[in-house]
């Protein structure tokens, strides 16, 4: 289905549903980016949402790989079989359940990505730090104040390093009848950071 290597896939590709949440294909890009993923690693993406960020991870793991998706929300966990199923990937184990559960009964993980939280981002990151590996990578995507605050103390008292602050501000073309406007999106601030 996907015939390329770079991330970017076109939200367009993806399986939709009205109340669950897409990380938008350039705030995407940058995430898998900062992730800095190579073949046969195991990825957490914590509240998958419709699995756009499993699907990109998957990707870049390739079969040797493995991303445990997590979701609460039974309408996500379906968004992303489907997805899953459209893009012919194996390397996905999609997970039902609240994530402050789920997390602890998961294998150690060389990559995580935070999303959807419903308000627990603070908790779910500090339980993320037991289960990464040395070394490994945190990227937390992130569109409230309050929320990256709360992350940057927490990623601060567990002292990880390299922690980047990235706010991502993007406007995608739209037609009109008489040209072409631009449409601003949310912006999108991406924080990653490494466990020492």
């Not at 938008?24 to 993923?37: D, G, M, N, T, Y």
């Not at 379906?78 to 602890?104: P, R």
């Not at 002292?159 to 739209?174: A, G, L, N, P, Y």
Request: net charge neutral; proline share 3%; aromatic share 4%.
């Amino acid at each position: 289905m996907w015939k390329f290597k770079t991330p970017g896939i076109p939200d367009g590709e993806f399986e939709r549903a009205e109340k669950v949440p897409i990380t938008k294909e350039e705030v995407r890009v940058v995430q898998i980016s900062k992730a800095r993923l190579k073949p046969g690693q195991i990825v957490y993406d914590i509240g998958c949402g419709s699995g756009s960020i499993s699907i990109e991870a998957a990707f870049q793991i390739e079969s040797s790989g493995k991303v445990l998706a997590v979701d609460n929300d039974e309408n996500a966990i379906e968004l992303t079989k489907k997805n899953t199923e459209k893009f012919g990937l194996t390397n996905i184990s999609i997970i039902h359940g609240n994530a402050k559960e789920k997390i602890k009964e998961l294998e150690e993980a060389d990559t995580i990505f935070i999303g959807g939280t419903g308000g627990d981002t603070k908790e779910i990151v500090e339980l993320c730090e037991n289960k990464l590996k040395s070394g490994g990578r945190i990227v937390v995507g992130i569109i409230l104040i309050e929320t990256l605050y709360s992350v940057l103390q927490v990623l601060e008292k567990l002292q990880f390093e390299s922690i980047d602050i990235t706010q991502v501000t993007i406007s995608k073309s739209r037609k009109t009848s008489t040209g072409t406007m631009m449409l601003a999106r949310n912006p999108v601030t991406i924080i990653s950071a490494t466990k020492i």
